[in-house]
């Protein structure tokens, strides 16, 4: 496991986060299912790659320095 992510690219947080947010709502009266919980995962990964994409694109854009090749 040599490999890193940031955390919010990582399905088993959002699973744990829905998971726990599933439960708050059970409480309050309201059901997620495992499938709505599992689409909300894939949901919620994917749209955090965008952003991220999204906010690296916007930080070149407004860097004060430029790139420079080898």
Partial sequence: MGDTKHWYRSKTV???LIAVAASLLQVAGLQL???VQ???VELIVT???VVGG???IYGRIVADS???GK
Avoid: M, V, Y
Wanted: proline share 6%; no cysteine; charged share 15%.
């Fill in 14 to 16: 959002w699973g744990a």
């Fill in 38 to 40: 599992a689409d909300l």
């Fill in 66 to 68: 430029g790139i420079r």
């Fill in 47 to 49: 749209s955090a790659g």
């Fill in 54 to 56: 999204l906010l690296a």
């Fill in 33 to 35: 299912g495992p499938d």
